[in-house]
T-cell receptor, first 112, second 111 residues
Framework: DGGITQSPKYLFRKEGQNVTLSCEQNLNHDAMYWYRQDPGQGLRLIYYSQIVNDFQKGDIAEGYSVSREKKESFPLTVTSAQKNPTAFYLC???????????FGPGTRLLVL | GEDVEQSLFLSVREGDSSVINCTYTDSSSTYLYWYKQEPGAGLQLLTYIFSNMDMKQDQRLTVLLNKKDKHLSLRIADTQTGDSAIYFCAESPNQGGKLIFGQGTELSVKP
């Protein structure tokens, strides 16, 4: 059953802590993306990766970091430098860059 | 600039048609998309249209594209309570890999 999985569903962060959100896909897609969604707003791009070992900053990359060591995986780290991390984080993938994107179920990050 | 605009709310009666409208700014966009988001869930791809098409129909969904006015609409025929969700319009500009999303239209279907 192909798809995109994100874990955990909910994540709590303490002040000064880095947290990592997982995104895995078994669709054999080359490109992967991270978006942030705030209430009542559309999605904003944080980072994207066209291929393994390559990634590019999106519109709101400050306070976030990513890695792409495997084709299937694109984890997102929310660092302590991100002062307003509370949001819904969505991972997506596409066969190639600029092609149709498919989304995972999301991770909701809350600050304690 | 890059901007996608949608109205925020739409309320319809069950069985009626719903029309959700969207305007976009980047004429280089090759594809335009409609996604559906249910509460607490990710985005589900509903349909998309290639920029050289005027219309696309897929079962209860009809997408109309007016490229001259940069206007996109999604019509849902025979709207059901299960269609209640937030609907996002998105464009795919030639530059970069991102989608540009509208703010989403919350569709409420009343029985």
């Amino acid at each position: 059953d192909g798809g995109i999985t994100q874990s955990p569903k909910y994540l709590f962060r303490k002040e000064g802590q880095n947290v990592t959100l997982s995104c895995e896909q078994n669709l054999n897609h080359d490109a992967m993306y991270w978006y942030r969604q705030d209430p009542g707003q559309g999605l904003r791009l944080i980072y994207y990766s066209q291929i393994v070992n390559d990634f590019q900053k999106g519109d709101i990359a400050e306070g976030y970091s990513v890695s792409r060591e495997k084709k299937e995986s694109f984890p997102l780290t929310v660092t302590s430098a991100q002062k307003n991390p509370t949001a819904f984080y969505l991972c997506a993938s596409s066969m190639l860059l600029k092609e149709t994107q498919y989304f995972g179920p999301g991770t909701r990050l809350l600050v304690l | 600039g890059e901007d996608v605009e949608q109205s925020l709310f739409l309320s319809v009666r069950e069985g009626d048609s719903s029309v959700i409208n969207c305007t976009y700014t980047d004429s280089s966009s090759t594809y335009l998309y409609w996604y559906k988001q249910e509460p607490g869930a990710g985005l589900q791809l509903l349909t998309y249209i290639f920029s050289n098409m005027d219309m696309k129909q897929d079962q209860r969904l009809t997408v109309l594209l007016n490229k001259k006015d940069k206007h996109l609409s999604l019509r849902i025929a025979d709207t059901q309570t299960g269609d209640s969700a937030i609907y996002f319009c998105a464009e795919s500009p030639n530059q970069g890999g991102k989608l540009i999303f509208g703010q989403g239209t919350e569709l409420s279907v009343k029985p």
